[in-house]
């Protein structure tokens, strides 16, 4: 049952943190109408928000003997998360360009 219990928060922690992820840092960027030039913009962008998800699981890792559930599933919870949140809010934006 520890297992299960330390997926689903690492399922939780990994989608607020993705969340928080695509509102902070790609929010503005993807509001707008024109991309033209703004190539570092994306770049800078996109470094942030791997490093965001580094730090995420770094700081997971190194409190999975301290949780009162099972440490790595936790951390594999937070990965699984962090990385279905990127593909679930780039869909729901490509669902609000094309109306």
Do not use: C, H
Not at 4 to 22: F, M, P
Not at 38 to 60: D, P, Q
């Amino acid at each position: 049952m520890t297992y299960v219990i330390g997926a689903v928060a690492g399922l939780v922690l990994g989608a607020l943190v993705g969340a928080l992820k695509n509102r902070f840092i790609w929010g503005n960027y993807l509001l707008k109408e024109n991309f033209d030039g703004e190539a570092g913009a994306l770049y800078g962008r996109m470094l942030a928000s791997n490093i965001t998800n580094i730090v995420t699981l770094i700081i997971v890792f190194f409190l999975r003997n301290i949780v009162p559930f099972d440490g790595i599933a936790f951390l594999i919870g937070t990965a699984v998360a962090l990385t279905l949140m990127n593909k679930v809010l780039s869909v729901g934006q490509k669902k609000k360009e094309d109306r």
